[in-house]
């Protein structure tokens, strides 16, 4: 059988539009597709992730609790960035208010607006990059 690759990743959202704001403005994430529900309100925004994969933000039907970092079950989105780029990245996200939450030597950990971890993540790791 075929390797299996991701296809999608989804995440639920209160707030639809704030968080397209996050993921196409601050992230740059190219927009692939809007999807309306049956009374023609926003439903969900596909956005690009390379490849024929894409982020699917899709609104919430209701609200729920938030998960905790410790919690079982996925722990974060890790979107790949240039370890060259990793200061660029670090400013883009401090311009739109978006604080860095914490770092690994490979890794920029930040909370799209509604708590849930992003990663910024490079590997291998450039020799004299933190």
Same mark, same amino acid.
């Given at each position: 059988?075929?390797?299996?690759?991701?296809?999608?990743?989804?995440?639920?959202?209160?707030?639809?539009?704030?968080?397209e704001?996050?993921?196409?403005?601050?992230?740059?994430l190219?927009?692939?597709?809007?999807?309306?529900?049956? *009374?023609?309100?926003? #439903?969900?925004? =596909?956005? /690009?992730?390379?490849?024929?994969?894409?982020?699917? $933000? %899709? &609104?919430?039907?209701?609200?729920?609790?938030?998960?905790?970092?410790?919690?079982?079950?996925?722990?974060?989105?890790?979107?790949?960035? *240039?370890?060259?780029? #990793?200061?660029? =990245?670090? /400013?883009?996200?401090?311009a739109a208010?978006?604080? $860095? %939450? &914490?770092?690994?030597?490979?890794?920029?950990?930040?909370?799209?607006?509604?708590?849930?971890?992003?990663?910024?993540?490079?590997?291998?790791?450039?020799?004299?990059?933190?």
């Amino acid at each position: 059988m075929t390797p299996l690759r991701p296809h999608h990743l989804a995440v639920v959202v209160q707030d639809l539009a704030r968080a397209e704001a996050f993921y196409a403005g601050v992230l740059g994430l190219p927009l692939v597709r809007r999807w309306d529900d049956d *009374e023609g309100r926003p #439903r969900s925004v =596909w956005l /690009a992730l390379g490849g024929d994969t894409f982020l699917a $933000v %899709e &609104r919430a039907a209701s609200p729920g609790p938030v998960r905790a970092d410790d919690a079982p079950g996925w722990h974060c989105v890790a979107l790949a960035i *240039e370890a060259s780029e #990793r200061e660029a =990245w670090r /400013a883009r996200l401090e311009a739109a208010g978006v604080p $860095v %939450e &914490r770092e690994s030597a490979f890794t920029l950990y930040a909370r799209d607006p509604e708590g849930s971890l992003i990663a910024l993540s490079h590997w291998p790791v450039e020799r004299g990059a933190r």
